[in-house]
């Protein structure tokens, strides 16, 4: 059972920036695949980035060049710059081990981006 607790998340104007974190109860380094995802009022939930738990990344087109995903020991980061209103969003980590499958989701945290 991991449990994840994700922060950061807060208001901004355009163009500012946020790194929203994700603290997990456990050690994910090496047996998580991780990734944020972000769900819009009336809008499905969507893949925003990912890396596999060798360190391989994927980008949603959306937020190529302005989102980057990292990991340090148990914690998950997304570092959000130049953002944009139409990235307002409740931003929810999720993990999955690679062998077993078992996944789990974060809490959410709210971004607004708003001037």
């Known amino acids: 059972q991991v449990q994840l607790a994700e922060s950061g998340g807060g208001l901004v104007p355009p163009g500012g920036s946020l790194r929203l974190s994700c603290a997990a109860s456990?050690?994910?380094?090496?047996?998580?695949?991780m990734g944020w995802y972000r769900q819009a009022p009336g809008q499905q939930r969507e893949l925003v980035a990912s890396?596999?738990?060798?360190?391989s990344t994927v980008y949603a087109d959306s937020v190529k060049g302005r989102f980057t995903i990292s990991r340090a020991k148990n914690t998950v980061y997304l570092q959000m710059n130049s953002l944009k209103p139409e990235d307002t969003a409740v931003y929810y980590c999720?993990?999955?081990?690679?062998?077993?499958?078992?996944?789990?989701w974060g809490q959410g945290t709210q971004v607004t981006v708003s001037s």
């Open positions: 456990g050690s994910i380094f090496n047996t998580y695949n």
């Open positions: 890396m596999t738990s060798g360190g």
């Open positions: 999720h993990v999955t081990h690679i062998y077993s499958g078992g996944a789990y």
